[in-house]
T-cell receptor, first 118, second 110 residues
Framework: GAVVSQHPSWVICKSGTSVKIECRSL??????MFWYRQFPKQSLMLMAT?????????EQGVEKDKFLINHASLTLSTLTVTSAHPEDSSFYIC??????????????FGPGTRLTVL | QKEVEQNSGPLSVPEGAIASLNCTYS??????FFWYRQYSGKSPELIMF????GDKEDGRFTAQLNKASQYVSLLIRDSQPSDSATYLC??????????FGTGTSLTVIP
């Protein structure tokens, strides 16, 4: 149980285009999901908290107009990188927290999406 | 970002030795503390979590938490080459958000 999927697993795009990444909780409902970005040899940096039915909360320094987040249902959150540039190339990972019981303290991660902007 | 600090390493230990990984955090409101293992190009895998002061053991792994010192550590006993990975410390805030440290690269030498 508690599986999170991401799609696509990797994407290559041209500079200036937009890319959408999907994050799905497959066997549980997630009112909250988190989006992280990880550059090579660096740690995961929290970008934003995605909230079902309301606006996402962005971390300081993260441009909300560039990284559009939509949490349209209890099982799906999307991250759209608008007008992508080479410096946006990174490993994007989503996660959803466990909500109850023994899973409460856990964070369930998707497999990640490797974005390369040419 | 809440500050979570780790020694970046690399840390090298011989097979069978004890590997000791350390982490400090700045937010005294942090509730729970986690250790993840991450292989290159993969998502983090949970090793264990701890939220009470003291030690918590799970197999070859022991997590230690000292909230007064804002310090958490992970000991890996009888280290194996398969333990070679980057180890990430994470703290969970009252808002259910996770903040990660920079990670420590561990190499276990056969």
């Amino acid at each position: 149980g508690a599986v999170v999927s991401q799609h696509p697993s990797w994407v290559i795009c041209k500079s200036g285009t937009s890319v959408k990444i999907e994050c799905r909780s497959l066997d549980f409902q997630a009112t909250t999901m988190f989006w992280y970005r990880q550059f090579p040899k660096q740690s995961l940096m929290l970008m934003a908290t995605s909230n079902e039915g309301s606006k996402a909360t962005y971390e300081q320094g993260v441009e909300k107009d560039k990284f559009l987040i939509n949490h349209a249902s209890l099982t799906l959150s999307t991250l759209t990188v608008t007008s992508a540039h080479p410096e946006d190339s990174s490993f994007y990972i989503c996660s959803a927290p466990g909500l109850a019981g023994e899973k409460y303290n856990e964070q369930f991660f998707g497999p990640g999406t490797r974005l390369t902007v040419l | 970002q809440k500050e979570v600090e780790q020694n970046s390493g690399p840390l090298s230990v011989p097979e069978g030795a004890i590997a000791s990984l350390n982490c400090t955090y700045s937010d005294r409101g942090s509730q729970s503390f986690f250790w993840y293992r991450q292989y290159s190009g993969k998502s983090p895998e949970l090793i264990m979590f701890i939220y009470s002061n003291g030690d918590k053991e799970d197999g070859r792994f022991t997590a230690q938490l000292n909230k007064a010192s804002q310090y958490v550590s992970l000991l890996i006993r009888d280290s194996q080459p398969s333990d070679s990975a980057t180890y990430l410390c994470a703290v969970k805030t009252s808002g259910n958000q996770f903040y990660f440290g920079t990670g420590t690269s561990l190499t276990v030498i056969p």
